[in-house]
């Protein structure tokens, strides 16, 4: 190959590269605002571990263009943990910037991955014997304080199980710790309803997703409610947050606004 047809490949390929994308084949979807808290506590089993991961990946493949991403353990502590990963990610205008997109979703979840063996490694035990959804709740809402984009994620990957000594219903209850891992949680939803109309927190009209893990044998034996009543719980606590209610969704999927989108 000589010289010149070297050059003339080397230029092709700089073209192809900077072409842009045409807006049929581009993600037009507004760019978004994720707070994502990933449940890291002992009372997940093998299972239910690895369907957060498969959770996860498909998360973070249907991540807008020009979105940011802050991922947070949930343990017994949230506020205090600190945050695990910040992610920018960039346009898909241009053929190369697609890839570089695409590469960098993918790179989202090896970064998680290792960011969280560190967590597991250097983390008290029983920092991950409780769930403090709550703390989480406000961890989201200080994250939300001063966002100026127009979508506003907030996504829970865990069992949604508070077992928290500084729940939002303690002001309603006498329970040193509240505890949601036992059958039936029909008081608590009660108490979550007595709350005071008075936002507890301010998410700023986002949305709220909560995505419970498939079951699976556990080396920790919890006893759990229905999936309807820590459903309707957290609902009645999020009723005294200022999200947006009629995107509430807490089960097993993944809602479609949150999935990759459908070629064209």
């Not at 263009?65 to 943990?81: H, L, T």
């Not at 890839?99 to 790179?107: E, G, M, P, Y």
Request: charged content about 25%.
């Amino acid at each position: 190959m000589n010289t010149r047809t070297l050059v003339c490949l080397v230029v092709a390929a700089l073209l192809l590269a900077a072409k842009p994308v045409p807006a049929a084949q581009r993600d037009l979807r507004p760019p978004r605002f994720y707070v994502i808290f990933v449940d890291q506590t002992l009372s997940m089993n093998e299972v239910e571990a690895a369907s957060f991961d498969v959770a996860l990946r498909t998360l973070f493949a249907g991540i807008p263009p020009r979105s940011e991403v802050q991922i947070y353990p949930i343990g017994a502590d949230p506020e205090s943990a600190g945050m695990l990963l910040r992610k920018q990610l960039g346009d898909d205008q241009t053929t190369v910037k697609r890839i570089d997109l695409d590469n960098a979703r993918r790179k989202l979840y090896q970064d998680y991955v290792t960011k969280r063996a560190e967590l597991l490694k250097n983390s008290d035990r029983s920092a991950l014997l409780r769930t403090c959804i709550s703390g989480a709740i406000r961890q989201a809402a200080e994250s939300l304080r001063e966002r100026k984009e127009s979508e506003l994620e907030v996504v829970f990957l865990s069992d949604m199980l508070e077992s928290c000594g500084d729940s939002v219903i303690k002001p309603v209850s006498k329970a040193k710790t509240v505890s949601l891992e036992k059958a039936d949680i029909s008081v608590e939803i009660r108490l979550a309803s007595q709350l005071s109309h008075v936002p507890i927190v301010d998410l700023r009209h986002a949305r709220v997703t909560a995505i419970i893990p498939a079951s699976g044998l556990s080396k920790r034996v919890v006893t759990k409610p229905s999936v309807a009543q820590v459903r309707a719980f957290w609902r009645a606590v999020l009723d005294r947050c200022n999200d947006d209610p009629a995107s509430y969704s807490l089960g097993t999927t993944i809602p479609d606004h949150l999935r990759p989108p459908k070629k064209r």
